[in-house]
């Protein structure tokens, strides 16, 4: 096959939970951008559909659906959603984080309703979505977790500002996706579905000058990731691209972790 045929996402219909959100958007902007058909699903479907509606003016496929993914009906609904309006799912992007927790310090009930969304949640949607696409012949599934899940926090980085402890249940969540991942790509074995996690480092979003600083003295490219960044790796794991890529965690961080 041609490489921009690897490439191509024509005809695939891809779900991005929170993909409104900082690295959601630059997601489905790099799935659109490579001709997928690509919906939003987040809780708060006007911003969702506010921002579907500024990628479909510049001739981009995206569209918004409703999701809670702490609700297990809303994920039913949102499935039920997805086959009417779009006939079948090629590709899921496993994205939506919910931070309900603050520091090291916040109440444990937080840690309880991160789980719901993060762990539960997460769960719940991926093996209501992996049911879409075994039952349309296969396709692939991108974890998106985070080198929090894969290290500890680096304390240092927060030092000068007033951020505080990072909290733990974004580390617990995030590390458990990664297994998580390889246990999907085993149990979907022979279903043509491949299942791989992407661990971004922090994404640039005008973080505290301090931070800042701190952070990018010790990535060897000197910057946090920018909004192209994780577009290429998207795109080579949801395609033909990257058909001999399963089960597999790819740490995005600029060398940090190195
Ligand atoms: N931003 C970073 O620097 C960074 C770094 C590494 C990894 N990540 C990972 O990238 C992914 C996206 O993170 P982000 O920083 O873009 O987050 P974000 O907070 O900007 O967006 C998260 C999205 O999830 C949605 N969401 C939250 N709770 C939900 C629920 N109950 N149901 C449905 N949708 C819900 C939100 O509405 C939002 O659109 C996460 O998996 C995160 O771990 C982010």
């Known amino acids: 096959m041609h490489i921009k045929e690897l490439f191509s996402l024509k005809n695939k219909v891809i779900l991005v939970s929170g993909g409104a959100g900082n690295y959601g958007k630059c997601i489905v902007e790099g799935l659109a951008e490579a001709d997928a058909t690509v919906i939003i699903a987040s809780r708060n479907i006007d911003h969702a559909n506010e921002v579907a509606r500024s990628f479909r003016a510049r001739d ?146 005008h973080q505290p000058e301090a931070f800042l600083n701190n952070y990018c003295k010790k990535v060897p490219l000197k910057r946090m990731a920018n909004k192209d960044d994780i577009k290429g790796l998207v795109v080579l794991l949801s395609s033909e691209a990257g058909a001999y890529i399963n089960g597999e965690n790819i740490l995005m961080d600029g060398g940090l972790n190195a």
């Open 60 to 205: 981009l496929d995206v569209y918004a659906l409703c999701l809670d993914q702490g609700d297990h009906q809303s994920v039913l609904q949102l499935k039920k959603q997805l086959l009417e309006k779009f006939k079948k799912l090629d590709v899921f992007i496993n994205n939506a984080v919910s931070r309900p927790m603050k520091g090291y310090d916040s109440a444990i009930t937080d840690f309880a309703e991160s789980m719901q969304v993060n762990a539960t949640g997460s769960m719940d949607i991926l093996r209501e979505m992996a049911e879409l696409i075994v039952a349309n012949g296969g396709g692939s599934i991108v974890n998106i977790g985070s080198m929090m899940g894969m290290f500890g926090p680096d304390l240092s980085n927060y030092e000068g500002t007033e951020m505080g402890t990072p909290p733990p249940d974004y580390f617990f969540h995030n590390a458990g996706l990664l297994n998580l991942t390889r246990y999907m790509a085993q149990v979907l074995a022979g279903k043509n579905v491949r299942v791989n996690c992407i661990s971004p480092g922090g994404l640039f979003n």
